[in-house]
């Protein structure tokens, strides 16, 4: 006499299918980003940081050249456009990488620091006000690079009573030098 019938085994193959598939549904490879996750965020900013750097990098250089060699370095600029729309859609690339997984307050920082680099004016002739847009930006990346290790928390939370009193007692013997 058997025990089992067909509705009894299609319930039970049934159950230790959803079973399985629940589990492989939670399994997660180590380094393997998910959208969201802590690595994708980080590369994702990451990307956004070198993208401002290089295209900041390239502006501050170009813009220096042309108030140097004036209407001389105008040949050699003009070869140079290509890579500079390139670096200008690598920065806009990057900004889209923050916004489809960053929290808000890291997508608006990501937004001024866009802002700010793409707000350089290349044909400025007047080095001290070129210098503070140059510094406008400076202060953009700082800032998205506080808020991106505040939202990775790499920075110290309250609770972590010894790691702050090891970054202050760090910050102080660096004060001292």
């Not at 750097?53 to 042309?66: E, P």
């Not at 707000?119 to 510094?135: I, M, T, V, Y």
């Not at 406008?136 to 990346?141: E, G, I, L, T, W």
Request: hydrophobic share 45%; with cysteine; charged share 25%.
């Amino acid at each position: 006499m058997t025990f089992i019938t067909p509705g009894v085994a299609a319930a039970g193959i049934k159950a230790t299918g959803s079973v399985a598939s629940a589990l492989i549904g939670r399994y997660r490879p180590t380094g393997v980003p998910r959208l969201g996750s802590n690595e994708d965020r980080a590369e994702a900013y990451r990307r956004l940081l070198d993208a401002s750097a290089r295209s900041f990098g390239y502006a501050y250089q170009f813009a220096h050249l042309r108030r140097e060699a004036g209407r001389a370095a105008n040949k050699v600029l003009l070869g140079q456009l290509p890579q500079a729309w390139e670096l200008g859609s690598e920065l806009i690339g990057a900004l889209q990488g923050v916004r489809l997984c960053g929290s808000v307050h890291v997508i608006a920082t990501a937004e001024i620091l866009v802002a700010a680099t793409s707000d350089l004016n290349l044909g400025e002739k007047n080095a001290d006000r070129f210098q503070r847009q140059a510094e406008a930006v400076v202060a953009a990346r700082d800032a998205f690079l506080d808020i991106c290790r505040e939202d990775l928390a790499y920075t110290a939370r309250w609770w972590q009573v010894r790691r702050r009193i090891k970054e202050r007692r760090f910050l102080r013997e660096q004060a001292a030098h």
